[in-house]
């Protein structure tokens, strides 16, 4: 990695709304079914369920309050949580202190190499520069094992924007949106091979803005 500084606005960012943002977002996925059954598919293939040998554990990098690792958790995964904001990890232990999680950046995951079966990334890979993006996928190549899922979920658009106000906070934030062709080009040089694209068009949230799931292997 170049350059990291962009990591710290976003990680006082999350500190400064972690308490809000997990009241607000703990029960999102029991109102979103497209969102469930993303999950449910890659918990398949990341427990091995799906013909594949699962070896290690699967991780939910960029885990904020906990929600989705609490429910890939009850889709049978052995998962853990990884955030850049202590502030969020330290909801998310409160709201499932009976599952693991640590403060930890993408950038470079305190993981051994081929030590993990799946990694998801739910808008969690928009907080990184399009140079810096690269850099990321392999690591997340780095620390699966072969045949591994890697599921990413982000959205769409062709610019980056910076918001100095979200969810009812002062935040200094800047989101990357990106187009599945562009990500999916990096995915293959990373050595991932995606098997699947989804463009979701939500309707429960606000504002409305098209999304992208990628769900790829590792190849080698």
């Not at 049978?76 to 202590?86: A, C, M, N, W, Y």
């Not at 040089?189 to 068009?201: H, I």
């Amino acid at each position: 990695m170049s350059d990291l500084a962009f990591l710290d606005p976003t990680r006082s960012s999350y500190d400064f709304v972690a308490q809000g943002y997990s009241a607000r977002f703990a029960d999102e996925l029991a109102g979103q079914p497209v969102l469930r059954s993303q999950l449910t598919l890659f918990a398949e293939l990341a427990s091995g369920r799906a013909g594949e040998v699962a070896s290690g554990p699967t991780a939910d990098v960029g885990c904020g309050p906990g929600h989705v690792t609490a429910f890939l958790r009850e889709q049978g995964l052995d998962v853990f949580g990884v955030d850049l904001s202590p502030g969020m990890v330290e909801q998310a232990r409160a709201n499932y202190p009976e599952l693991r999680f640590e403060v930890g950046s993408m950038t470079g995951l305190d993981h051994p190499d081929r030590s993990l079966s799946g990694l998801n990334a739910w808008y969690s890979t928009i907080h990184i520069p399009d140079q810096e993006l690269p850099g990321v996928l392999a690591e997340f190549h780095r620390v699966l094992v072969p045949g591994a899922p890697l599921m990413l979920l982000f959205q769409m658009g062709d610019a980056p924007k910076h918001f100095a106000e979200a969810w009812g906070y002062d935040v200094d934030l800047v989101l990357y949106y990106r187009r599945p062709e562009a990500v999916t080009e990096m995915l293959t040089e990373a050595g991932f091979q995606v098997v699947l694209t989804t463009v979701w068009e939500p309707t429960q949230v606000q504002p409305r803005k098209q999304a992208a799931f990628l769900l790829a292997r590792k190849s080698d």
